[in-house]
């Protein structure tokens, strides 16, 4: 797989049209846009090459759970019929390969710059232009900024007394040692239960001579199904591309998942437990589009949660340890829904364990292990799956500096303020990809990343044709659309759960209900709108300061 680093690291110009941080599916496409606007970019990223999560994300079991067919690019007609994949739900290494095939073909990497982070990104109010500085020495200077650092790059190391005394090796899933792991003989504990530790324990499980696993809140997971990739339904996918990304585009989350448009609690009971049977068979996360309301109404959705949790039941032989693995704090899907290859039927393996520490918490890392509610347990190695500071963490920590030397950190203090998930007030021509305030993690992230990026190309091009040089969103706009985001999100069971999504994870972040959930397709008309109406909420000023009104 081809390197950044394999070749010396070209100089960085001084004078640029475009900075993006990061060189996942966001930046890789941001900065191919740009080149066909004509405009200059270059890109930094912390990693040694492409493929943003996917880079960092190499656990045992890594893999995508949204269709690999579904997961792909749609700006290439070339692109999408060449690639082959062959699972229906692509592992990381097969991601990574697609992601440097991309990169190759557009030939991307002489405009990035890798193992180089951020480190500071200052707008100058007299000059209208972003100051960007990174830890290897560069000072570029900017007219724009995209933000392409992706919602779960931020990774969250837990902050156990006596971390530094563990005398065997620890690991974070979200920054896998590229060279692999060999768990053979070693007793090993992981830390928690969400989508990297449902991925990793089965494989995990099956090397290692003893897994204890350490969970908190257990997960709702279906079954993904996946398997290699059937030629016949590659093909019908490449046949029909046109037809289903524009149906993609228009739906609920990015995603063909066929809904079924009525709802649970009207629906008698045989025939509901017959179309959840059917879904639990097809697998995968299209298991909540069973029916139009499981979102939204607590006792439909009460329905599907007894029917997964039956299927735990039925899968974990020993009864207290399915009822450990059964969640009951929170509606189904409300946090993302997980899927897995035998997670459940691991627990039936002699040589794993499940200890619950929502009562008994982990008090401590000690030289040989962990202790947990005052006993002691020995470990070899220890793996932490525990999540990121999801969708603010890359961003608040990059030393952003908007008007009035106002850090971003500060402004999102209280939780993430945006104008539709693009652009943030008092941060002028800085655009973010995916942000806080847009479907982004709700969604199927390469249909949104696609929009976002076409949605940013469009609005630079029509800047320069109106020779603009500063965009940023007003403040009553920015206020509106929060507002909105939070209405949104309070019709639906969401901020029900402490997710993620809330922010629940980490300790101190403001509970706030970061994605919008009004849907793909109803955003994505927002948008079109919204730029159609002469960009209406943003701030369009040219050289002289002198407001643009409105085509």
Not at 511 to 525: D, E, L, T
Request: proline share 5%; glycine share 10%.
């Amino acid at each position: 797989m081809p390197q950044a680093t394999e070749t010396p690291r070209t100089a960085v110009p001084q004078e640029i049209d475009v900075v993006i941080v990061g060189a996942g599916f966001g930046g890789m496409y941001m900065l191919h846009r740009l080149r066909g606007l004509g405009l200059s970019a270059i890109v930094f990223d912390t990693a040694g090459g492409v493929g943003g999560t996917w880079y960092w994300n190499r656990y045992p079991g890594a893999r995508c759970d949204v269709e690999s067919m579904q997961y792909s690019y749609s700006f290439s007609e070339q692109l999408q019929q060449e690639w082959q994949w062959s699972e229906v739900f692509a592992g990381q290494p097969e991601i990574l390969r697609y992601a440097n095939h991309v990169a190759d073909r557009l030939d991307l990497r002489r405009d990035m710059r890798f193992e180089t982070r951020v480190t500071e990104a200052v707008f100058d109010e007299a000059t209208r232009r972003w100051s960007v500085r990174t830890d290897r020495g560069d000072a570029i200077r900017a007219t724009y900024c995209v933000m392409a650092t992706g919602c779960l790059s931020a990774a969250r190391m837990p902050d156990f007394a006596g971390l530094a005394s563990f005398k065997g090796s620890t690991y974070h899933t979200g920054h896998w040692p590229h060279e692999g792991v060999d768990f053979s003989g070693l007793r090993v504990g992981v830390i928690g239960t969400g989508s990297s530790a449902i991925q990793s324990i089965p494989v995990i499980a099956a090397q290692a001579a003893h897994v204890t696993v350490f969970q908190r809140t257990p997960n709702f997971s279906i079954p993904s199904r996946n398997g290699p990739m059937p030629d016949a339904y590659a093909q019908s996918w490449k046949d029909d591309y046109i037809a289903r990304r524009a149906e993609a585009r228009a739906s609920r989350n990015g995603i063909l998942a066929y809904p079924n448009d009525q709802p649970a609690i009207d629906t008698a009971e045989p025939e509901r437990s017959a179309i959840y049977e059917q879904r639990w068979a097809s697998g995968g996360t299209t298991f909540m589009a069973a029916f139009n309301d499981l979102i939204f109404n607590q006792a439909s959705n009460d329905t599907a949660a007894e029917f997964v949790r039956g299927k735990i039941r039925q899968m974990v032989k020993d009864p207290a340890r399915a009822e450990l693995l059964a969640p009951t704090s929170h509606p189904i899907g409300t946090k993302r829904i997980c899927v897995d290859t035998d997670y459940y039927l691991t627990y039936n393996r002699a040589n794993v364990d499940l200890v619950d520490v929502r009562d008994a918490p982990i008090e401590a890392v000690t030289p040989d292990g962990l202790r947990v509610g005052g006993k002691d347990h020995a470990f070899d190695a220890i793996v932490f799956a525990t999540g990121f500071d999801a969708m603010t963490g890359a961003l608040t920590r990059m030393g952003i500096v908007g008007r009035g030397g106002e850090t971003l950190a500060e402004k999102w203090q209280a939780g993430p303020r945006s104008y539709l998930g693009l652009m943030t007030s008092g941060f002028p021509n800085l655009f973010m990809i995916t942000g806080p305030g847009s479907p982004s993690v709700l969604s199927n992230m390469m249909v949104s990343i696609e929009q976002h990026v076409d949605w940013i190309s469009d609005c630079l091009a029509h800047l320069a044709k109106r020779r603009v040089d500063c965009m940023e969103p007003s403040l009553a706009a920015e206020n509106d659309w929060v507002r909105h985001v939070n209405d949104v999100a309070d019709t639906t069971l969401y901020p029900r759960a402490a997710s993620w999504y809330m922010g629940a994870n980490i300790a101190g972040k403001p509970r706030v209900f970061m994605p919008y959930i009004g849907g793909v397709g109803a955003y994505r008309q927002t948008c079109e709108e919204i730029a159609a109406n002469g960009y209406h909420g943003f701030e369009l000023t040219g050289p002289a300061k002198v407001a643009v009104a409105a085509e």
